[in-house]
């Protein structure tokens, strides 16, 4: 039979099979190195120009994404410098700072000469300071204007470090200058540390530095500033001591209590001292020293507090004070205590920056961090869970909070899936939700306030399906249970007495008679029970006599729980959870096969008191 159609012809046959062998020969031809590099530029160029176009759109998170690919994919392309600084907008835009910051220190590691380095320093400082590490944006911003390529970077670098120097310490600023050494902006930095150490009553310490910037520069206009400002009359103190001002006669078993017993805050003030009275007849009931406790009336006013204080200081002379209920108050008495050497424990003070007045200070309060890690072993240890994410507020708290829970979660083996931050002004939350619900976590850690939650909690209800939530010891209030507990059912949250051995909490709820009195001054009553058994109980067990002995002491209890063992009697004495609108204690009893394995949470838990706590005193 003839074949049909061109296979009739042996010319139609070759008309099909050659155009195909020519093709297959040209397929298996391999690429030259050349061919290859013009095709990887090619498309890092197309990755380069999207990364342009979805930043100046508005799609910071499309931004990211593809400028990370290009990242990874294309480390030769010459203008990856520029992605670098696009990403970090964008970065910024999404309010994520420490993925910024991570941008930036790539950057700075592998473009040293690129045209963008001035601005990407400048933007790393700036991040610094929004999140609270402003001793480490000066550093940087006094390295800037050395390398600096312009006389506008240099220039700007100096307005920007003005607006920080004034929180620095004198020897913050001692320690940059001398990195700086005598040219540049050293001399600008010793005149501002002369200036620093006279406010902080240390002349003699002035001087030395006003000596060594003259052997170096006796010509500088900063070094004829500084000479006026020792020889200013309103900085001519007295000779430093090199002993507290009170070195003798300490009485090591007088504490003193300083709260309002009139004016305003009467019923707080009162309840304040009781729970205080309370702690020392436990302490001489278990066996302690047998203490002296008397109290001074504040009146809720600040110089009437530091007034007090200086005197009773001088006159009664006793081995610590515990007060003064509000910020305020506090703020008066820890300066002049201070100044003294004589310990101050503030258990109701909510400015967390209280105990950064100086090394007699203490707020034990102020257990972010501590909550922060507990929180992580309860996740990891106990539940069991392993893909965490964390939501939390864009401010220094918030970012130590996350930091100190994401470090402890990867300590015990577990992954932090997403870390998503909000400013303090955002009510719509969709964004955020969104980028927490693609990474499917198991817990979300939200360090947030009440008042937050109040907003986030309805949104976490509607994005989330069946996510735990983790959150501080804030949420140990009534009012958010009421709130929206019944949204927030069986999320998870510390005790405000977290800190303290159960038996202590025991006690005082045995033999605090509540009567009549309003929830605000039970709490304010713990509290001063709690931090005053945790001065006795520090003075009975070391048998000091000395303010600084104790000190070191209460910093030392403060800072590691390395003593006591986190068993289930203490866990479940530690943690709260919403359960049908209202606050009850976690069921620890169902989690005895993960102590079992676990064996004991207290590696790792230490407390710093550098967070916030809020009780509430209106």
Not at 373 to 388: E, N, P, S
Request: hydrophobic content about 40%.
């Amino acid at each position: 039979m003839p074949t049909p159609g061109i296979f009739k012809n042996k010319f139609g046959l070759l008309a099909i099979i050659f155009p195909v062998l020519f093709l297959l020969s040209c397929a298996s031809t391999p690429k030259t190195t050349e061919q290859i590099i013009q095709e990887d530029y090619a498309l890092a160029g197309r990755l380069y120009a999207s990364v342009q176009t979805e930043y100046s759109s508005g799609q910071f998170s499309a931004t990211i994404n593809t400028a990370n690919e290009l990242i990874d994919r294309h480390s030769t392309f010459p203008k990856l410098d520029h992605v670098y600084k696009i990403a970090t907008d964008a970065a910024l835009a999404r309010r994520d700072n420490q993925l910024a910051l991570k941008y930036i220190f790539d950057f700075n590691s592998r473009f040293q000469k690129s045209e963008y380095r001035d601005y990407m320093v400048a933007t790393q400082a700036a991040i610094l300071v929004k999140i609270g590490r402003d001793n480490e944006a000066a550093a940087i911003l006094v390295e800037l204007y050395e390398s600096a390529s312009s006389s506008t970077s240099k220039q700007q670098a100096v307005s920007s470090l003005a607006t920080i120097v004034n929180v620095l310490s004198a020897d913050q600023l001692g320690a940059i200058r001398e990195n700086c050494g005598d040219k540049g902006l050293g001399p600008y930095l010793g005149y501002l540390e002369i200036q620093s150490l006279l406010d902080e009553r240390r002349p003699r310490k002035a001087a030395e530095v006003y000596s060594t910037l003259k052997k170096s520069d006796p010509e500088n206009e900063w070094l004829a500033m500084a000479d006026k400002l020792l020889s200013d009359p309103a900085y001519v103190y007295p000779a430093e001591s090199d002993e507290p001002h009170i070195t003798d006669g300490i009485d090591a078993t007088r504490i003193v209590v300083l709260c309002p017993s009139t004016g305003k805050y009467t019923v707080l003030g009162n309840a304040f001292y009781d729970g205080a009275k309370l702690a020392k007849q436990s302490a001489e009931d278990k066996g302690w020293r047998q203490y002296i406790l008397s109290t001074h009336d504040t009146g809720g006013d600040p110089v009437l507090a530091a007034l007090a204080t200086r005197e009773l200081l001088t006159v009664e002379k006793p081995i610590a004070v515990i007060g003064g209920l509000l910020s305020a108050s506090t703020t008066s008495i820890a300066i002049v205590a201070d100044q003294y050497g004589i310990p101050v424990i503030s258990p109701t003070a909510t400015n967390d920056r209280i105990n950064e007045i100086g090394p007699m200070v203490f707020q034990p309060n102020l257990t972010g961090m501590f909550e922060s890690r507990l929180l992580a072993r309860v996740a990891i240890d106990v539940l069991l869970k392993q893909k965490v994410a964390v939501l939390y507020p864009d401010n220094p708290e918030g970012l130590r909070r996350y930091q100190a829970f994401a470090d402890e979660v990867v300590d015990l083996g577990g992954e932090v899936v997403a870390s998503v931050s909000y400013g303090a002004n955002v009510t719509d939350f969709r964004d955020e939700m969104d980028e927490l619900s693609e990474k499917m976590p198991q817990v979300i850690f939200v360090p947030a306030s009440v008042d937050e939650m109040m907003m986030i909690g309805p949104q976490l209800d509607f994005y989330r399906t069946g996510t735990l939530v983790l959150g501080p010891s804030e949420w140990n209030s009534v009012k958010l249970a009421a709130a929206v507990g019944n949204m927030l059912e069986r999320a998870l949250f510390p005790s405000d007495t977290a800190l303290y051995p159960p038996e202590w909490i025991t006690d005082f709820e045995k033999n605090w008679d509540r009567g009549d009195l309003p929830m605000e001054a039970t709490i304010v009553a713990r509290k001063a029970y709690l931090s005053t058994m945790l001065v006795m109980d520090s003075l009975g067990e070391g048998g000091f006599s000395r303010p600084s002995d104790l000190a070191l002491d209460l910093e030392s209890r403060l800072t590691n729980r390395l003593d006591q063992e986190m068993d289930a009697q203490t866990m479940e004495s530690s943690l709260r959870m919403f359960l049908g609108g209202e606050i009850v204690n976690f069921p620890i009893d169902r989690y005895d096969g993960a102590f079992a394995v676990a064996d004991s949470l207290s590696d790792s838990l230490t407390v710093q008191p550098d967070s916030l706590e809020t009780i509430i005193i209106q």
